[in-house]
């Protein structure tokens, strides 16, 4: 039976996907810092979920509590960072910037290199994140969101390098959403709103064909296309 970790599994994206995982064979470790949520979620199918509570932006007890959860999973085919946080931050509060910064790039890196050096060491290997299409541009509004997924992106792509090179087996995936009816979705004049089932089982799929990197939903890859070729005098006045 093949093992997956989701990291962010206790809502939204995370969720979902873990849902579909289970229907597909897997055996998944779901992580978040919400107990009470990890064990409705575990009662569902207790034979084939492990739960393991913990902080992602408690970055010293990263390595520890990965490596128990696989222990109890007994393997590791594929881990999902669908943690992630943001908020509108029109003042400019330095400590709503630090929670976004601690949690999408400090807790996220950590996740991300223990798990390569993981995959590394077993010869094989499939890392996957939800990072974003905010990624792609600034944001006024929410500056360190987008700016963390920026660097989510950039990372990955650093990771995606670094295993051609290494000639491994090791497939990075970068999931870029627009927007997904969850608690994430924050702000006004949303569109092409997909719902988690819709964006999980496109996820799902992009998962199984090994994509390097994926709008979901689908069409977004024309709002992201569209995005890169505004031009900066242009973008920063909108
Ligand atoms: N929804 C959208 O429109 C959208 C669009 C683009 C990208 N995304 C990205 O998709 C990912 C999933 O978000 P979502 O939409 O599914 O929202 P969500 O329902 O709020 O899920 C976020 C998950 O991250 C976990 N998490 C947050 N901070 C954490 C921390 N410090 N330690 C451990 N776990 C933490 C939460 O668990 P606990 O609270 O239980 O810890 C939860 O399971 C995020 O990275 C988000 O940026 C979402």
Redesign the pocket.
């Known amino acids: 039976m093949k093992k997956a970790i989701i ?9 979902g996907l873990a849902k579909l995982l289970i229907d597909n064979g897997y055996k998944v470790g779901i ?4 107990t009470n ?1 990890l064990i409705e979620l575990k009662n569902e199918n207790p034979d084939r979920y492990v739960i393991k509570s ?4 408690d970055t010293n007890n990263l390595s520890q509590q990965l490596e128990e959860l696989v222990n109890e999973l007994g393997g590791l085919n594929l881990l999902i ?6 908020n509108l931050n029109d003042n400019l509060d330095f400590e709503t910037e630090k929670q976004t910064i ?3 790039v400090s ?1 996220f890196t950590a996740i991300t290199d223990w798990t390569f050096n993981y995959f590394e060491k077993q010869t094989f290997g499939h890392l996957v994140a ?5 990624g792609l541009r600034g944001s006024r509004q929410a500056p360190a ?1 987008n700016a963390t ?1 920026a660097f989510q992106i950039n990372y990955l792509e650093g990771l995606r390098q670094k295993s051609n090179k290494l000639k491994t087996k090791i497939t990075v995936t970068d999931i ?10 924050k702000g006004e004049g949303q569109f092409w ?1 997909a719902s ?1 089932d819709k964006a999980s089982r496109q996820i799902l799929n992009a998962i199984k064909n090994k994509r390097k990197i994926v709008y979901i939903t689908r069409r977004w890859r024309l709002i992201a296309a569209l995005l890169k070729l505004v031009p900066g005098q242009i973008y920063d006045r909108m």
Do not use: E
Not at 7 to 15: D, E, F, P, Q, R
Not at 31 to 34: C, F, L, S, V
Not at 176 to 185: K, S, Y
């Open positions: 990291v962010g599994a206790t809502s939204g994206i995370g969720k992580t978040g810092r919400r949520l913990f902080d992602i932006t960072i669908s943690s992630g946080t943001g601690d949690t999408n807790g939800i990072s974003s299409i905010a969101y997924k870029r959403p627009g927007f997904v009816d969850t608690d994430m979705a709103v988690v």
